[in-house]
């Protein structure tokens, strides 16, 4: 019996102290465990992270291509066609049906009109001053329903201007104010005023300044000055003095010594 205690007083408080050494045990790895649970599930979510970024990349690749309502149009190769319409035209006849057809014909393969390029050639005609092949290349682009732009009705003014064509270019000045009339700029009617100025044509002057005043225009430098002479030329010194005091500056910038200064302007001195 004294065995039989003494086995199960020895058994028992083995017992309990394996039962409390395992469960100390046990607590004592939960934390590790937890710990790597976390562990696991930090690199489960960084993967899962990595993996969305990814895909977002991805998707940011893929959307790159932007569509425009304005796309701006192909001018590879521009500068070439330009000068081969230069080449074409300089060496045609001056007869409108020879330069109309040479022009048909250089636009026969394109499937939308070169506008770039006629541009450019036009430019190119402008520097070497050939006005008359200036007004058939811009007429021709105008007759066509291209290049309706500022820059080629002020190159085509110019051009009328150059070759003595005043007629013609009262005319398209009339078609331009007619159909721009709101958006009417300083620059064409600066341009009308000296074909005008050119060509001492006072009242024409006048009446282009008059429908720059009403439509709100101020006029520049140059103008004022053109203005001021035509005025006095029809003896109307009183309007004269009234423009140049309305609209031009009572201040003017000249160099002295190597510096830009400001002095107060003279207007009899300056005409």
């Known amino acids: 019996m004294n065995e039989v ?92 049906e020879a330069v109309y057809g040479a022009l048909d014909k250089w636009t026969a393969w394109e499937t939308e009109f070169p506008l770039i390029a006629a541009a450019k050639a036009l430019k190119i005609l402008r520097q070497r001053r050939q006005w008359t092949r200036v007004i058939q290349v811009a007429k021709w682009m105008l007759s066509k329903g291209q290049g309706a732009t500022l820059g080629t009705y002020d190159t085509l003014l110019l051009a009328f201007d150059k070759d003595g064509r005043v007629d013609e270019a009262k005319s398209l000045w009339n078609m331009i104010i007619y159909v721009h009339t709101r958006s009417m700029s300083k620059r064409l009617f600066a341009r009308m005023i000296s074909l005008y100025d050119h060509h001492n044509m006072q009242d024409e002057i006048i009446q282009v300044f008059a429908d720059m005043e009403e439509l709100g225009v101020r006029p520049d430098e140059d103008t004022v000055w053109r203005v001021a002479r035509a005025f006095k030329k029809l003896g109307q010194e009183e309007k004269q003095e009234l423009v140049l005091e309305r609209y031009l500056c009572k201040w003017k910038y000249i160099h002295f010594n190597g510096e830009r200064v400001r002095v107060k302007r003279d207007r009899w001195n300056e005409e």
């Open 5 to 96: 205690a003494l086995s199960f007083g020895f058994l028992f408080p083995s017992v309990k102290i394996s039962f409390f050494q395992r469960t100390t045990r046990l607590t004592s790895l939960k934390p590790k465990v937890t710990r790597a649970l976390c562990v696991k599930c930090s690199k489960k979510q960084l993967k899962f992270n990595s993996r969305a970024d990814e895909n977002r990349k991805v998707v940011k690749k893929s959307g790159t291509k932007e569509h425009h309502l304005w796309q701006k149009r192909d001018s590879a190769g521009s500068g070439q066609k330009a000068l081969n319409l230069v080449r074409i035209v300089s060496e045609l006849p001056n007869e409108k």
